[in-house]
């Protein structure tokens, strides 16, 4: 159980255009999603934060316009990427939350996204 | 604010040895810990987590973590690893003043397997 599937694992897209990343939990209902971003060799940085229904809590430093977090259903949230820069180029990963308990987080297996 | 240290960036170790990856986290009233494991382009495996209980956790693959409140770590353990260990491993703690809900992780080590 717990599973997550993030989609599409890859995408390559024109400079100035968007790309919209999926994440869904299949088996449970995700109060809460998580929205990270990896650069080569790093650790993850946490981009957002998103409860169903309402709107997302982005950290310090996101840009919010630029990030555009929809988590419409308790079961799926979208990460788009608007007019994507290269400097966007990046490994993007959600995270899951359901209501089994404290510690109950499930990772997606991740978006790399080449701008060019 | 809440921190997460992973001393070792990168960790080499021969097949079939003992390996330790370090982990020590900021100080608090309530925290739970987790190690996780990552390969090339995918994203995150739990390996084990403490929430609360007996310090000593076991996980998949052969891994134990050991929680120590005194030294504020969560060093992950195995005793003979494989080829197959090579990845990324990542330690992070959810703390109490976030409801638990964020994680803080730390900058990850690589461990290196060689035959």
């Known amino acids: 159980g717990a599973v997550v599937s993030q989609h599409p694992s890859w995408v390559i897209c024109k400079s100035g255009t968007s790309v919209k990343i999926e994440c869904r939990s299949l088996?449970?209902?995700?109060?809460?999603m998580f929205w990270y971003r990896q650069f080569p060799k790093q650790s993850l940085m946490l981009m957002a934060t998103?409860?169903?229904?309402?709107?997302?809590?982005?950290e310090q430093g996101v840009e919010k316009d630029k990030f555009l977090i929809n988590h419409a259903s308790l079961t799926l949230s979208t990460l788009t990427v608007t007019s994507a820069h290269p400097e966007d180029s990046s490994f993007y990963i959600c995270?899951?939350?359901?209501?089994?308990?404290?510690?109950?987080?499930?990772f997606g297996s991740g978006t790399r996204l080449t701008v060019v | 604010a809440q921190s997460v240290t992973q001393l070792d960036s990168q960790v080499p170790v021969f097949e079939e040895a003992p390996v330790e990856l370090r982990c020590n986290y900021s100080?608090?009233?309530?925290?739970?810990l987790f190690w996780y494991v990552q390969y090339p382009n995918q994203g995150l495996q739990l390996l084990l987590k403490?929430?609360?209980?007996?310090?000593l956790v076991k996980g998949i693959n052969g891994f134990e973590a050991e929680f120590n409140k005194s030294q504020t770590s969560f060093h992950l353990r195995k005793p003979s690893v494989h080829i197959s260990d090579t990845a990324e491993y990542f330690c992070?703690?959810?703390?109490?003043?976030?409801?638990?809900?964020?994680?803080?992780f730390g900058t990850g080590t690589r461990l290196l397997v060689s035959p």
């Open positions: 995270s899951a939350r359901g209501d089994r308990g404290l510690g109950g987080y499930t």
């Open positions: 088996d449970f209902q995700a109060t809460t």
């Open positions: 998103s409860n169903e229904g309402s709107k997302a809590t982005y």
């Open positions: 100080s608090s009233v309530s925290v739970y």
């Open positions: 403490y929430l609360s209980g007996s310090t």
């Open positions: 992070a703690a959810g703390y109490v003043n976030t409801g638990f809900q964020k994680l803080v």
